[in-house]
């Protein structure tokens, strides 16, 4: 991290650690102690693990915000939490689930749903961004629908983490900005 400063690390949280209240300090108190930056870190929550502790995950990420972590929801659209939890929590970006975006280009209900996750996304504020983009098809109606960030293997291969190199350039990134 300190070779690259301008390496992010996501991280996903699970239901159980949503759960425990005692998280958000542990999480501090263990970056106290590290050389890696809260500005470096990015938690994120998968959509199913939010449907079972909104709460708890609103009040874990206004706590992780406030020390600098960016935060986010992972593989929305895969599992039954509503646009009113959207809402009700404060994230930096919300992930499209892959299941959705590999199909956009042939089923319209797949394309239906990623355009009115793009529209309250960014009507709240968030960024969008595009899981498991496989083609340049897709590429193309993301760009369409206004989704600002793709990730996936059609992108670029998964990267070992003592493959990336110490500036930014020499770092192969499997996201891109879309539009």
């Known amino acids: 991290f300190m070779q690259n400063p301008n390496l992010v690390l996501s991280l996903n949280l699970s239901s159980p650690s949503i759960a425990d209240d005692s998280l958000a300090e542990y999480i501090l108190q263990m970056f106290d102690k ?16 939010l449907s079972h502790n909104l709460s708890g995950a609103s009040r ?13 929801l992972d593989d929305f659209g895969s599992g039954l939490a509503s646009f009113a ?4 929590l404060k994230v930096e970006f919300v992930k499209i689930d892959g299941n959705l975006v ?21 009507l709240l504020g968030f960024k969008t961004i595009a899981e498991s983009v496989n083609d340049e098809a897709a ?7 206004g989704v600002d960030y793709a990730l996936g293997y059609y992108l670029g291969d998964l990267v070992r983490l003592d493959e ?16």
């Open 34 to 49: 590290t050389v890696v930056k809260p500005h470096q870190i990015c938690f994120e929550i998968a959509e199913t693990a």
């Open 60 to 72: 874990l990420f206004k706590r992780l915000q406030y020390a600098g972590f960016s935060v986010g």
């Open 85 to 88: 939890a959207l809402k009700d």
């Open 102 to 122: 590999r199909n956009i280009c042939s089923d319209e209900v797949d394309r239906t749903m990623v355009e009115s996750i793009y529209a309250m996304a960014h």
């Open 139 to 145: 590429i193309e109606q993301l760009k369409s629908i």
């Open 164 to 179: 990336v190199g110490s500036s930014a350039k020499d770092c192969r990134l499997s996201e891109i900005q879309v539009n």
